[in-house]
């Protein structure tokens, strides 16, 4: 199994520029979201997924769109970039089952992204 | 380089030593408090995680401690060793919630 693939794992735009972030997991996990982390401040949650065609708002989502039209995949979007958004985005990946256990995230390696 | 963990919190420890990385959480219904581990330039990985039900937890070289009554958790790794250094992070997880929230983060970094 690759686990949690992205692509780019760097970009520079200009501002407002748009651009799409890539993420795909192999683990055939139902739960996926995007983090960002911004030195200093850990990593905050953009938006999350609970399966295909189901998407929902995290702490950040303002100026980033998703969708999830297939299990494997859940691209991350920018409409329209602005330096605010330089940061490391990350994708992350787990079951959600409802066992009473935590579910461990699976992150990817990241993708550095800078807005000039 | 890895910028992430510019003026984060630092423990610098010897080789084979142990040591102890504290975090406070805010949120008292939080079921679930997890470590994370990440090594520069990738990911975040998954350590330990303890249910708010309990006190302590142990895994590999690693144990838990959370304490409710005043909103501590800490993270001890025994005989530190070089591959340990890594920023770590303390998360929150509620039952049934899809957000982990996570802390700042400590640096841990390892003298050989």
């Not at chain 1, 890539?22 to 200093?40: I, K, L, V």
């Amino acid at each position: 199994n690759a686990g949690v693939t992205q692509t780019p794992k760097f970009q520079v735009l200009k501002t407002g520029q748009s651009m799409t972030l890539q993420c795909a997991q192999d683990m055939n996990h139902e739960y996926m979201s995007w983090y960002r982390q911004d030195p200093g401040m850990g990593l905050r949650l953009i938006h999350y997924s609970v399966g295909a065609g189901i998407t929902d708002q995290g702490e950040v989502p303002n100026g980033y769109n998703v969708s999830r039209s297939t299990t494997e995949d859940f691209p991350l979007r920018l409409l329209s970039a602005a330096p605010s958004q330089t940061s490391v985005y990350f994708c992350a990946s787990s079951y959600t089952e409802t066992s009473g256990e935590y579910n461990e995230q699976f992150f990817g390696p990241g993708t550095r992204l800078t807005v000039l | 380089g890895e910028s992430v963990g510019l003026h984060l919190p630092t423990l610098s420890v010897q080789e084979g030593d142990n040591s102890i990385i504290n975090c406070a959480y805010s949120n008292s219904a939080s079921d679930y408090f997890i470590w994370y581990k990440q090594e520069s330039g990738k990911g975040p990985q998954f350590i330990i995680d303890i249910r708010s039900n309990m006190d302590k937890r142990q895994g590999q070289r690693v144990t838990v401690l959370l304490n409710k009554t005043v909103k501590h958790l800490s993270l001890q790794i025994a005989a530190t060793q070089p591959g340990d250094s890594a920023v770590y992070f303390c998360a929150e997880n509620t039952w049934g919630g899809f957000k982990t929230i996570f802390g700042a983060g400590t640096r841990l970094f390892v003298k050989a």
